[in-house]
């Protein structure tokens, strides 16, 4: 198998991409964490506890999302520095760990959204509860 010094830096724009949206997760998560830690000192309430303990668990979903795509990007540049110096074998083995980092990170994410949809749905239930009264 022949790998081009191209096909690496085919991972940099996607790479990028997904790590914007998850600094925007991340800001967004932690601007509503901030919300219901002032919220839950003027009236200590239990829904509010177990959605700051969710939002914890999402964030730390978050962190190791960025991390493993960070260091799918790190990967990648040393597998094209690898394939650069002529090390064929090494720069393979690269950016096949670079490949694993990503797909590591897109589940973390497929898990982190699924943690999501599931405390809205927690949220939105009592409206349900109503509507169906």
Do not use: C
């Not at 009236?43 to 959605?51: Q, S, T």
């Not at 790190?74 to 520095?81: E, N, Q």
Request: charged share 15%; hydrophobic share 55%.
């Amino acid at each position: 198998m022949t790998l081009h010094i191209e096909t690496p830096a085919l991972l940099f724009s996607a790479t990028s991409l997904i790590l914007l949206a998850y600094t925007n997760r991340f800001l967004t998560v932690a601007t509503i964490v901030r919300g219901l830690k002032k919220t839950y000192k003027e009236k200590e309430n239990k829904m509010i506890l177990l959605e700051i303990k969710n939002l914890n668990l999402r964030l730390t979903l978050i962190r190791y999302m960025q991390m493993s795509g960070v260091m799918s990007l790190f990967l990648s540049v040393f597998a094209m520095m690898m394939l650069f110096l002529e090390q064929q074998l090494f720069g393979i083995y690269f950016f096949g760990l670079s490949l694993l980092g990503l797909l590591i990170s897109l589940g973390l994410s497929f898990w982190e959204i699924n943690i999501s949809v599931d405390a809205l749905r927690l949220h939105l239930s009592d409206l349900v509860d109503k509507e169906t009264r």
